[in-house]
């Protein structure tokens, strides 16, 4: 039962790096990335469509993504797509592809962007810390409930919280990498 509890609060916690990752990826960093429109559907004979699945992505330059869609009629309604999603860059349409230019951002900009990328970073901490303190609450009911030792509890809440520190430390290099990115010029 308690190898159960601490493999749940690792998954969960690993799901919280996961869940940073993503929207992480979501914040340009003044160069194409093709993660950049995960978010977008497209209306594709009358189903919203997942972009990435009637279309291939590629980065043909540092700041350029292009849109080649394997069906050419979806042309003008990714188009609209594209500019109906809230990531800003006008798209470029020459018939056969989309193209667009991410811009190069400010230094103010760059600055924004990486506190927001700390504040991400916090809540997910937080999350994780949140796990823990779970994880840790359903160790002592075992105990109260006597099918665990209060040694054994001890033993398992430092597992617990060496689960903890390790995807904290996984948080902190997720975030710094994303703050070196933002901050590159």
Do not use: C, H
Not at 24 to 50: E, H, K
Not at 100 to 118: D, F, H, S
Request: charged fraction near 35%.
């Amino acid at each position: 039962m308690q190898k159960i509890v601490l493999n749940d609060a690792k998954d969960k916690m690993t799901k919280s790096e996961e869940s940073l990752q993503r929207d992480l990826g979501q914040i340009r960093a003044g160069r194409a990335n093709a993660s950049l429109l995960d978010r977008i559907t497209v209306d594709y004979y009358g189903a919203q469509t997942p972009l990435n699945q009637i279309a291939g992505i590629s980065i043909p330059e540092a700041r350029i993504l292009m849109i080649t869609p394997f069906d050419k009629t979806a042309l003008e309604n990714i188009e609209k797509a594209i500019m109906a999603s809230d990531i800003g860059i006008s798209p470029t349409n020459d018939g056969t592809v989309i193209r667009l230019v991410i811009p190069q951002l400010t230094e103010e900009r760059r600055k924004e962007l990486a506190k927001e990328v700390g504040k991400n970073g916090e809540s997910a901490k937080v999350a994780v810390r949140n796990i823990r303190r779970d994880a840790i609450d359903e160790l002592k009911k075992l105990e109260k409930s006597k099918e665990i030792s209060e040694d054994e509890l001890r033993t398992l809440e430092k597992e617990v919280q060496d689960i903890t520190d390790a995807s904290t430390k996984n948080i902190d290099k997720i975030v710094s990498g994303k703050e070196e990115e933002l901050l590159e010029v």
